[in-house]
């Protein structure tokens, strides 16, 4: 047995390695297939990054003062919803940018 392998351990953290090795060998494999992505494609990325982003902060913002016009709250349920939004924004353009 290798020493450096602790049966407590499990197979959880070889499994995760071995799914992060395959992962990246397809990247590896995609890139020598498909070459360098066009500026167009880069450009186009970094617009799905901004509309992923934008998107949720600008329905918080709606709902929030449509929420604050019903409740005469003054910009309570805007700033929390425009928070949460761009939370939800940034951890959805991250997600897509660890899945490409």
Do not use: Y
């Amino acid at each position: 047995m290798n020493k450096d392998h602790r049966p407590e351990d499990g197979d959880d953290t070889s499994s995760a390695l071995l799914e992060q090795v395959r992962r990246r060998a397809g990247s590896a494999q995609r890139w020598l297939r498909d070459g360098e992505p066009s500026l167009a494609k880069q450009f186009a990325a970094v617009g799905v990054l901004g509309w992923i982003i934008v998107v949720p902060a600008l329905l918080g913002v709606w709902i929030g003062r449509w929420i604050d016009r019903w409740l005469a709250s003054g910009i309570t349920f805007t700033a929390a919803l425009l928070f949460c939004g761009i939370l939800l924004g940034g951890w959805s353009a991250w997600r897509w940018m660890h899945e490409k």
